[in-house]
């Protein structure tokens, strides 16, 4: 189990959800909708813990929105994280941003890209946050056991482990369920980005994606067994600075975390 101020987190725990606009786009896109999440995360008893990133540091095209600037997205994440009394995920990058990032995030975020970024991750490791480390690609499950490793050399063992989905052939990604329980055996919570995990990466110099299938991704892990859920959600998808076609429509998180909720129920019972 991982506390992250006064949430739980743990394979065998009701799960959690981490979810958000997929970059910090403006103050009020980025405020109303962490205000709408934990509005429905308390109707209905789930732990919420608040996602965006301060930029994209992996896009496709240089061409891409990357971000406001690091230090205005921190003060806009600084503002929920006050305001709405949520706890904050967010990604880094380089070891030089983790002091800034760890001024506002009670999670750093390993992006999938940079899951074997040794100086990285320890640097994580002794910042001594909580760290989520996104599997990469092009790793094998089993293979996490070494970047798990990486953090705890630092002592510290607040570890949450995220699926996001392995490359299948050219533009592709499939979710292999067993992944989870083999991440499972290392011990720390496992948590599932149904969101990533639908990507079809490098369309015409933008990562595309299939929406519709976020709803099955999700219901899938939750009957495996997962101590979290990650979502990237927008108010307008499709009219998104970053992963526009990946990212769950506000309005249906809702109808989608009752069902998820019911699932986690039974199979944790």
Not at 57 to 72: E, P, Q, V, Y
Not at 196 to 208: A, E, T
Request: with cysteine.
């Amino acid at each position: 189990m991982v506390e992250v101020g006064k949430i739980k987190i743990g394979n065998g725990l009701p799960f959690v959800l981490i979810a958000g606009p997929c970059v910090v786009e403006n103050e009020l896109i980025t405020l109303s909708t962490a205000e709408k999440i934990k509005k429905i995360t308390t109707e209905l008893n789930i732990p919420f813990i608040f996602k965006s990133s301060y930029r994209k540091a992996n896009r496709t095209s240089i061409k891409a929105f990357s971000g406001l600037g690091m230090n205005d997205a921190i003060k806009i994440l600084k503002k929920v994280k006050e305001q709405l009394n949520v706890q904050i995920l967010t990604d880094i990058h380089i070891e030089e941003e983790i002091k800034s990032a760890s001024e506002v995030a009670d999670v750093l975020q390993i992006p999938a890209f940079l899951c074997r970024q040794t100086e990285l991750l320890v640097a994580a490791g002794n910042s001594g946050k909580t760290v989520n480390i996104k599997k990469g690609q092009f790793l094998a499950p089993e293979d996490m056991k070494h970047v798990v490793e990486k953090i705890e050399s630092t002592g510290n063992n607040k570890i949450l482990l995220t699926e996001r989905g392995t490359t299948f052939g050219y533009h592709n990604l499939v979710v292999d369920m067993r992944g989870l329980e083999t991440m499972k055996e290392f011990g720390y919570p496992v948590i599932m980005d149904a969101t990533h995990s639908v990507q079809i990466p490098s369309q015409g110099g933008v990562s595309g994606g299939d929406r519709k299938f976020i709803p099955a991704i999700s219901k899938a892990a939750a009957a495996v067994g997962i101590a979290g859920l990650f979502l990237e959600v927008h108010p307008e998808p499709d009219k998104a600075l970053s992963d526009a076609a990946s990212q769950l429509p506000l309005s249906s998180l809702k109808e989608l975390l009752i069902t998820i909720k019911e699932i986690d129920s039974i199979v944790k019972k």
